[in-house]
């Protein structure tokens, strides 16, 4: 008779030693030690508490550009490099590949959605061949059809970064069309740029009005927000990062 019962790695792993030790989420394992959210993550299984993570791959925080991660490598930003973990961290569900199992279309198990500890919602759409996982900031694909298991939670690799900080440009459209960068909505300086949430019909978008466009420009009926979208007229409308970063001492986020 065996002295002991053999049991799998992950009956005495939880998440955050899960997420320490893979290779496929280095970086969110970083910045869960950054944020001490290692903490939250930690907790056992019996104490009823049980996660889902969302770990965006490395391809993902590979799309951040040097300005949006000098901003959270920045410890003035710290509280937005919290609150990007916390919105890809949900308080239940488990394995997503049964979901494979559901028809196209959006997951008839979560039909409301997930929240997050973050407090936004992430989507389960069922696309052939894979889920794909709808954030306020983007939608990503699951890239892996198995979860990694803990003993208070799952982790699935995800091909995006699900949530993003509002003021980045890249996260505003009529912003990100312009080719801007960094913060936007608002700047380091504290300014509202005009790309920020700019209304909807071209009239009332001076640089669209001067292009004598008509109807929805910010978006457009398809969609589209259009390259007008947040100047202030023809010609000057915003080509360069809106501001410098803060000068501080960054924490580091290795790619």
């Not at 995800?158 to 960068?181: K, Q, R, T, Y």
Request: negative net charge; contains cysteine.
């Amino acid at each position: 008779m065996l002295d002991e019962v053999l049991q799998p790695a992950w009956v005495t792993s939880s998440l955050s030693q899960v997420l320490l030790s893979s290779i496929s989420c280095p970086t969110m394992a970083e910045v869960l030690s950054i944020t001490g959210l290692e903490t939250i993550l930690n907790s056992q299984s019996d104490t009823g508490i049980f996660y889902t993570v969302f770990c965006p791959s490395e391809a993902a925080w590979a799309k951040l550009s040097d300005a949006e991660r000098g901003i959270l490598e920045n410890n003035d930003y710290i509280d937005d490099l919290t609150n990007l973990v916390n919105h890809h961290v949900v308080a239940g569900i488990g394995p997503l590949p049964t979901l494979l199992l559901d028809p196209p279309g959006r997951s008839s198990i979560y039909p409301d959605g997930l929240d997050t500890l973050g407090g936004s919602k992430l989507f389960i759409n069922r696309e052939l061949p894979t889920l794909r996982i709808a954030g306020p900031a983007k939608t990503a694909d699951l890239v892996h059809s198995d979860a990694i298991i803990a003993n208070n939670g799952v982790v699935h690799i995800v091909s995006e970064l699900l949530w993003l900080p509002p003021a980045f440009c890249s996260v505003n459209p009529a912003c990100d069309i312009l080719g801007l960068d960094g913060l936007c909505c608002n700047t380091v300086d504290g300014v509202t740029l005009d790309c920020c949430n700019p209304p909807e019909l071209c009239v009332d978008n001076p640089a669209c009005f001067a292009e004598n466009l008509l109807e929805s420009c910010c978006p457009t009926r398809d969609g589209v927000y259009l390259a007008c979208c947040g100047g202030t007229g023809a010609s000057d409308a915003p080509s360069k990062s809106p501001s410098g970063l803060p000068s501080n001492t960054p924490s580091s986020i290795d790619s």
